[in-house]
């Protein structure tokens, strides 16, 4: 038979036929022939290709055809995808590329020659896949991972459920007092307990309030079962996106809340503990007892825990006369009283001001509103009646806090927050148990009040001048040089009336008794070398002498520290003029300090305070007390006449510095709190030296003068050494007088300040005419107050004098220039009448051959108004061109007004 009719051979180990039978042989694989193979292969693809057999001719074309060759034999062959079953002498079937059979000539990554991994109980990394699949779990470890998830989570929830208990509303309805002290120890006030709250049955509480609440604050009360998860991730998400932090907790969290007032703590386990009891509670207690635990155990600001004393605390009504308008408010505060309540929280935060507030409250009030009427609680028709804000009740209407003690416990209040560190925080204050021990001596606030009701009686008469003696305001403050301790406040006409602290903060400028402070930066730093470069202030410095002599002329042309002549911005030159324009000691003009400052001469502590330098004056003023947020400007000349506006308290603060020699004592108004027996905060005095001796006791002995035959005669006191200064402000808009004995320093302002509520300017007003005076100076009321108080409150102490004080630096003062010949005339007559030296009767004349101020102004012109000893120089009112700040003083609330106050400091 010839070759090319002879019958080509079969495929070997082929195919599952082959399998089967056990024939051994070769997988085929990809390639249909070996590597390497030349000439007309065999017809290899007979059995599977067109069914004709091969021609003898036909040629492979390379590669590709040989792998198309091989994949169309491996259908039919073993070496396919799946595994050929083990044949004798045969193992397991190539893979995807591999030939079958151990002689096999595939590259496949099939297993060979092994036996079947074992399973294993957890089957993960899965040995057995490859790629990514080896790291996916199996569905056996996840559903067995979820089971005992869930189990365990079942396991937890019901011990936690099962232990936890339903607290009692009676427990929680016992709220405790603060209560605060005298500092001999007696009880001044309880307030912030029992004695504001009352339970009431769920009856008594009118539908209008529980559906406000339910429409503000849990719209699905009535049907959860005591949590709202949608609610909690509702909060989540918002609070994610920083929209504005809200609760997620249900009428029910916030009962449990209040209930369990022992434990406030923002700890995930007390959270976690409060959601179970909030679980078992909604389980167990009903949605009436629930709503009335809730509003009876709220707190709502005010002092006023519960619906009824919030009730009678905002609108002087029982819970049951509540009306739809009424129980929006009270539903608005529960969010937070401290931001919500109208009448503004500013001690605790200055942001919580009266006004900010009212709007605050305002939006929520008639969100609230709106949100009945959608959710089904109000119609449309009634919500119409409502579209006025509610008239609310006096925020301080309980009479234990009328008088002077709603100022005291304010001031306290304020202290203790601003003072203990974060140990006691406002909403600690708010649930109770402190007693608070104050530095406030009860018989010398009763003897301030006194005074100043006597000197107002007396003077005051708002129905003979209506114009003149209406908005009449006064602020005091006492307090002991030794340690600080703030003894008296006068803080207004009544607590109940009248809400601002005018002893902590009212915006007054103080005027001339800031003169002080300009003194003693000129004992202490010294005047600046006219020969030094005009950006440098180091250097040589000479320390003034209270003898050192200045100009005491009107309209004196200011001058840099160089001789230059102070101008503004705009060029214009800057003119000090005094009180009613007059000049002193003519022709020289020349002035000593401690008579400039006895009586209250511009010109000289002007230019002074320029010589010193106003950064120096600045520092002086802080190192004796005062609040740098409370100061004005110190660019301009004027900042030495007294346009800052410290408070009452920080003012006699400043000037017990001087009475102590030069140290400096933190004024403080509590001196200890405890809580439960504990000792929680107690004050430590840390006093710290801020001038020398020879400074401080220079600066006392100069403003003795002032008593004793300057301007402050008025406050003399019998048989008692006494240092002070008057202070009169530009426009006649406050008045002052600050002194003090060895024992004791009190600061008195005087104003007319117009801020009732409904006047939101709140503009400080002209004091012209008022009490029948025509101009109101320090030396009036104010001195005739603190002589009247100081004489009663240091009756019966001993008798203490100043120290004398060391001599002190240099006389400083240019040889006066001689004075021109004028030309004689008619109408001069110099000769006749020598100019004296001003002394307590009044300022000097003016030069000879100048008119004096009678002469040259009008009778109705204030600014020449001549008072004698009792007239001070004109502190702020005084310059012509030049530009410096507002002279007006701001009211509350700008030029550090507000911010100067005690309880606003950092320590008070």
């Keep these: 038979m010839s070759e090319h009719r002879r019958k080509p051979p079969q495929p ?23 590597r390497g193979a030349t ?61 079958g059979g151990p002689n096999g000539p595939g590259r496949g990554r099939g297993r060979t020659g092994h036996e079947p991994r074992k399973k294993r109980f957890i089957d993960y990394p899965r040995a057995d896949k490859d790629g990514v699949r080896r790291w996916v779990p199996s569905w056996r470890l996840v559903t067995g991972l979820f089971v005992g998830l869930l189990g365990s989570l079942m396991a937890v929830t019901g011990i936690a459920y099962a232990l936890v208990g339903v607290p009692k509303v009676d427990d929680a309805a016992t709220a405790q007092n603060n209560v605060y002290y005298w500092a001999d120890g007696k ?74 007032l022992g434990d406030q703590s923002q700890t995930f386990t007390r959270k976690f503990k409060e959601l179970f009891i909030s679980i078992k509670v909604g389980r167990q207690v009903s949605k009436e007892e629930i709503m009335a635990g809730y509003l009876n155990t709220a707190y709502y600001g005010r002092g006023a825990y519960g619906i009824q004393a919030a009730a009678r605390a905002y609108f002087g009504v029982d819970a049951k006369e509540l009306d739809p308008s009424q ?12 931001y919500y309540d109208p009448a503004g929280s500013a001690a605790v935060d200055p942001a919580a001001t009266a006004e900010a507030n009212t709007e605050r409250a305002t939006k929520r009030w008639k969100w609230i509103l709106d949100e009945e009427v959608k959710d089904g609680h109000l119609t449309a028709e009634r919500r119409a009646k409502y579209t006025k804000f509610p008239k609310l009740q006096n925020p301080r209407s309980n009479a234990q806090l009328g008088g002077q003690v709603g100022y005291l416990v304010d001031l306290a209040k304020a202290y203790v927050i601003n003072n203990s560190e974060g140990r006691i925080t406002a909403n600690d204050l708010q649930q109770g148990g402190y007693e608070i021990h104050t530095t406030f001596d009860r018989a010398k606030v009763e003897k301030l009040e006194k005074s100043v009701a006597k000197v107002r009686k007396a003077n005051l008469n708002r129905k003979l001048r209506p114009d003149k003696d209406t908005h009449v305001q006064f602020g005091g403050a006492s307090v002991n040089p030794k340690d600080g301790a703030i003894e008296a406040i006068y803080g207004g006409e009544d607590a109940t009336k009248h809400f601002t602290n005018n002893a902590d903060q009212t915006g007054a400028q103080v005027g001339s008794t800031f003169k002080p402070f300009v003194l003693a930066a000129a004992f202490k730093d010294g005047t600046r070398d006219p020969d030094g470069l005009p950006d440098q202030d180091e250097g040589q410095r000479t320390i003034v002498n209270p ?13 840099n520290y160089d001789g230059s002549i102070w101008k503004d911005k705009n060029g214009k030159e800057w003119l000090q003029t005094n009180d009613g324009g007059a000049d002193y000691n003519p022709p020289t003009y020349q002035i000593d300090l401690r008579e400039a400052m006895r009586e209250s001469v511009n010109s000289a502590y002007v230019q002074l305070g320029m010589d010193v330098g106003l950064d120096k004056v600045k520092s002086a003023a802080i190192d004796a007390g005062i609040k740098e947020n409370s100061l004005a400007s110190s660019n301009y000349p004027s900042f030495s006449l007294g346009t800052s506006s410290p408070s009452a308290i920080r003012m006699a603060g400043a000037y017990s510095t001087f009475a102590t020699s030069g140290k400096q004592n933190e004024p403080y108004s509590v001196k200890e709190v405890e809580h439960e027996g504990d000792t929680v905060y107690r004050h430590e005095t840390q006093t710290k030296r801020a001038f020398d001796e020879e400074v401080a006791d220079n600066v006392t002995d100069v403003l003795r003068t002032v008593v004793d035959k300057g301007t402050g005669t008025s406050a003399k006191l ?28 009190t600061a ?45 409150a240091l009756k019966g102490e001993p008798v203490r004098n100043f120290p004398v004080p060391q001599e002190i630096g240099t006389v400083v003062g240019e040889t006066p220039p001689p004075a021109p010949s004028p030309t004689p005339s008619k109408t001069e007559e110099p000769e006749k009448s020598p100019s004296p030296t001003p002394s307590d009767t009044g300022p000097s004349p003016s030069p000879s051959g100048s008119p004096s101020p009678s002469e040259s102004c009008s009778e109705w012109d204030w600014q020449c108004n001549n008072n004698g000893g009792a007239s001070e120089g004109g502190d702020t009112d005084g310059s012509t061109g030049g530009e410096s700040p507002p002279a007006t003083p ?12 005690f309880i606003r400091g950092s320590s008070g």
Excluded at 202 to 219: G, H, L, Q
Excluded at 547 to 559: E, F, M, R
Excluded at 894 to 899: I, L, M
Aim: hydrophobic share 25%; no cysteine; proline share 4%.
């Design 547 to 559: 003898k050192s002599l200045y100009s005491g002329k009107n309209k004196l042309k200011i001058q």
């Design 327 to 338: 129980s929006a408010l009270l539903a608005t505060v529960l969010k937070g009283a401290t």
């Design 718 to 745: 019998s048989g008692r050494q006494v240092a002070g200064k008057t202070g009169t402000t530009d426009g006649n808009k406050s008045a002052w007088f600050v002194g003090y004995t060895p024992q004791l320093s």
């Design 187 to 260: 009880q001044m006030v309880a307030t912030g307990g029992e004695t504001n709250r009352q339970i009431i049955d769920y009856e008594d509480i009118p539908k209008e309030m529980r559906t406000a609440v339910i429409s503000a604050e849990n719209k699905t009360f009535e049907d959860d079962k005591g949590v709202d998860p949608m609610g909690i991730a509702r909060a989540v998400v918002n609070m994610a996106k920083g929209g504005e932090t809200q609760g997620g907790s249900t009428i029910t969290q916030q009962y449990v809340k209040n209930a369990r």
């Design 12 to 34: 070997q180990g082929g195919g599952r036929a082959a399998a089967r039978r056990g024939v051994p042989g070769a997988s085929s694989g990809r390639r249909a022939a070996p």
């Design 890 to 901: 701001d009211p509350p609330g700008q030029n550090g007004g507000d911010d100067g106050g």
């Design 748 to 792: 008195i302002s005087m104003y007319r300040l117009d801020d009732n509520e409904g006047n939101k300017k709140r503009e400080f007003l002209e004091m012209f005419g008022t009490g029948g005076q025509k101009k109101i100076h320090g030396a009036s009321f104010p001195a005739e107050i603190w002589k009247d108080y100081m004489e009663k």
């Design 39 to 99: 000439g007309s292969p065999t017809s290899s693809t007979g059995s599977h290709g067109s069914g004709a057999p091969d021609d003898g001719d036909r040629s492979y074309g390379g590669r590709a055809e040989a792998r198309r060759a091989a994949q169309r034999s491996s259908s039919v062959g073993s070496g396919g995808r799946r595994r050929a079953a083990d044949g004798a002498g045969a193992g397991r079937g190539g893979g995807r590329r591999g030939g």
